[in-house]
């Protein structure tokens, strides 16, 4: 069973909570924080109110360096400069700073496990860089996207070379006919963030969509 949170995200969900452009997730129990959205606020004021702590985070691991899913870096690692950050050749020299003020970021090239049953594809796509997980589950591989900047369908071929791909959740960004294809034969299907064909993507998989947003919580 993994259970993931949606902590950041500009589609609003639960009662309590601060929407706001970006996203971010965090997986209970490997205690591993996806993403950390734009303010650092933001992200701490929702954690707070979700009853997930800066203190108890192991790892952080960062899809992309782009302002929506790095902005909260900063106020999350005065929190807590424990924990592991996971990055790629992708970033640039100024977020590598900010983190190597806190701890040592490991520089992710390939496919790599950073957790039990957690694996990040390593950088993928040429302009914009970006790493999205893997998350063994007992029906397949579960897919976390940041943005899907590389294109979904492309992401979903390089996890398959590890296994069935059973689920993607997150931001799927510029969604192909290609990309929204890929899709076919997935059981868990929820997109959020800057995903700009969610009610495409509804209306061709009504069986495996599932709403994202803010405060949902995935358990699976």
């Not at 069973?1 to 609003?12: A, F, G």
């Not at 997730?25 to 997930?52: P, Q, W």
């Amino acid at each position: 069973m993994r259970t993931i949170t949606e902590v950041y995200n500009n589609i609003p969900g639960r009662e309590g909570l601060t929407p706001d452009w970006g996203f971010s997730c965090y997986i209970h129990e490997a205690k591993l924080l996806f993403d950390t959205g734009a303010k650092g606020d933001v992200l701490l004021s929702n954690m707070r109110v979700l009853g997930i702590l800066p203190a108890d985070i192991q790892s952080l691991a960062l899809s992309h360096d782009h302002w929506d899913h790095t902005g909260g870096l900063q106020a999350l690692l005065a929190e807590n400069s424990a924990m592991e950050v996971f990055v790629h050749r992708g970033f640039s020299r100024e977020t590598l700073g900010l983190i190597r003020n806190h701890t040592t970021p490991v520089i992710i090239e390939d496919w790599t496990e950073i957790a039990p049953g957690i694996a990040t594809t390593g950088p993928l796509g040429t302009d914009i860089q970006e790493q999205s997980l893997a998350i063994d589950l007992a029906g397949g591989l579960l897919i976390i996207t940041g943005c899907a900047h590389p294109h979904l369908s492309r992401i979903i071929d390089r996890v398959s070379r590890e296994g069935t791909v059973w689920g993607v959740i997150g931001g799927l960004h510029t969604v192909t006919d290609d990309d929204i294809d890929a899709l076919e034969g997935l059981a868990y299907v929820s997109a959020s963030h800057c995903t700009d064909k969610i009610r495409e993507i509804a209306d061709r998989y009504p069986e495996a969509f599932r709403p994202g947003g803010l405060g949902a919580v995935h358990r699976l």
